[in-house]
């Protein structure tokens, strides 16, 4: 079972940068599994943002962030992050990290099986 816990979040205005990190605690590792990050904002369903394949090699985005955001994972350090640039209020949501054993790039939020509890990030005009 994979621990999660993200941080990094806060409020920042239009046009701003916050990089997001998901560290893997305790006796977890995702060395071998695949990562992603979804957001969640009020009244609407959770959002698939980007993910990353174990080796890092591969990377991709939802089609809302696409050319705002990197997702890069340090797998010495069991850390992954998102680094998000140009932000808008619509980007305003819980960013949630979580992990999955799918052998292709998962963009669902069921084919994950392990979550953190989010960070909020809030994006000022």
């Known amino acids: 079972q994979v621990q999660l816990v993200e941080s990094g979040g806060g409020l920042v205005q239009a046009g701003g940068s916050l990089r997001l990190s998901c560290a893997a605690t305790?006796?977890?590792?995702?060395?071998?599994?695949?990562m992603g990050w979804f957001r969640q904002a009020p009244g609407k369903e959770r959002e698939f943002v980007a993910g990353?394949?174990?080796?890092?090699?591969?990377?991709y985005y939802g089609d809302s962030v696409k050319g705002r955001c990197t997702i890069s994972r340090d797998n010495a350090k069991n850390t992954v992050y998102l680094q998000m640039n140009s932000l808008k209020p619509e980007d305003t949501a819980v960013y949630y990290c979580?992990?999955?054993?799918?052998?292709?790039?998962?963009?669902?939020?069921?084919?994950?099986?392990?979550w953190g509890q989010g960070t909020q990030v809030t994006v000022s005009s």
């Open positions: 979580a992990s999955s054993s799918a052998r292709w790039g998962p963009r669902r939020s069921y084919e994950y099986d392990a």
């Open positions: 305790g006796r977890s590792t995702i060395s071998s599994r695949a």
């Open positions: 990353v394949v174990s080796s890092g090699g591969s990377t």
